[in-house]
């Protein structure tokens, strides 16, 4: 599976973008398509993710109430709204997909399979 995420940019604190990642293909409905972000100097953080074959979302707390997580089965694609968004959402932000994931596994990066290639946000105060 290969996943395209763009939608990145240089926006002023609170500001909107909306990120998108498309999937070449889906291997099962109960797949699981998660955004993480990473910030210089720091860990790979789970932001939110959701299977394919629906469920609610499980976001961080860092961006609940901000951020919205959403997906169009039919163009393999998830999206990310991203609303009043703050100077420490400034990171690469990167889609991910996995297989068999639990629940209590979503937000462990090291259960996921197929990573993108990475999209920037920049949030400037």
């Known amino acids: 599976v290969q996943l395209q995420a763009s939608g990145g940019g240089l926006v002023q604190a609170g500001a909107s973008l909306r990120l998108s990642c498309t999937a070449s293909?889906?291997?099962?409905?109960?797949?699981?398509m998660s955004w993480f972000r990473q910030a210089p100097g720091k860990e790979r953080e789970f932001v939110v993710g959701?299977?394919?074959?629906?469920?609610?979302?499980r976001y961080a707390d860092s961006v609940k109430g901000r951020f919205t997580f959403s997906k169009d089965n039919a163009k393999k694609t998830v999206y990310l709204q991203m609303n009043s968004l703050k100077s420490e959402d400034t990171a690469a932000y990167y889609c991910a997909a996995g297989s068999g994931l639990i629940a209590s596994s979503l937000s462990d990066p090291g259960k996921y399979h197929y990573w993108g290639q990475g999209t920037q946000v920049t949030v400037s105060s």
């Open positions: 293909r889906r291997t099962s409905s109960s797949d699981v």
């Open positions: 959701s299977r394919w074959n629906g469920g609610s979302a």
